[in-house]
């Protein structure tokens, strides 16, 4: 430990590989430990433990935290009082925000929210979902699940309130998500956000440290399914490849030593270039590099 620390506070489970392969790219590499919950980072100042993502709010908040990374719904359900430093838009899967939805049987009777009057609901975000029951004039009874919420509908209660990234499990568990409105299916959306306690946040080395780690992971995040690609071109070419390549910015382009030729190189979808590489080698390009990215700072 150094005279300046950092505690971390990470979450733990669905998250916790996610956030770490995250990190790792943004140049922060943690080692846990198979039972441990302590993350040991390379970086000496930080010092970091690993947590529920529903608890981190609040130990944040106390101060046992100075900055931690959970999803926003969790800060709204413990209405915890932080100061929000960044949000990071990733999950376990996918870049998609997950989603609270309230799911019903397949065969239920229970076609909209008013159907929810005098219902039984389990869920683990207890506040979150009276608070939407409130907003829209319903009254149910609403439980605290301690897991396994899936498995409760019909039997136990007649819906839940439960998160999802792709619906996949709720589909296994032959369960059906009741829309909100036409065109909404759940009850809140959330993606991680980088926390603060308000006391550390008056610190000016946390305060750089945290939005340190906020820019870094955004530039991570940023550069996901991205590719740099560099190559040498007839510089009278030059115009007609900048019109078909549409990347981040315009391309950075520097004269060779070769006289009427030039290097080339720009920022692109992955995806994009499986189709532009043969149409450059049309064009007279060569020497194409294909270049994987961990961070774009834009």
Partial sequence: M???TLRLALPKGSLQDATIDLLAKAGYRFTVGSRSYRAACD???IEAKL?????IAKYVEQ???DIGITGQDWVEENGADVVRVAQVPYSKATRNPVRWVIAVAKDSDIKTVQDLRGKRIATEAVNLTRRFLKE???RATVEFSWGATEIKVPELVDAIVEITETGSSLRANNLRILPITPRRDYVVKSYPVIIANRGSWKNRWIRAKAKTIAMLMRGAIEAQGKVGLKMNLPEK???EVCSQIHGMESPTVSHLR???WVALEVILDESKVREIIPALR????KDIIEYPLNKVIP
């Fill in 2 to 4: 150094t005279d300046e």
């Fill in 43 to 45: 970086d000496p100042t």
């Fill in 51 to 55: 947590l529920r993502a529903q608890e």
């Fill in 63 to 65: 101060g046992v935290f």
């Fill in 136 to 138: 829209n004039g319903v």
């Fill in 237 to 239: 070419r030059l115009e």
């Fill in 258 to 260: 070769e006289r009427g």
């Fill in 282 to 285: 049309e064009v007279g390009a």
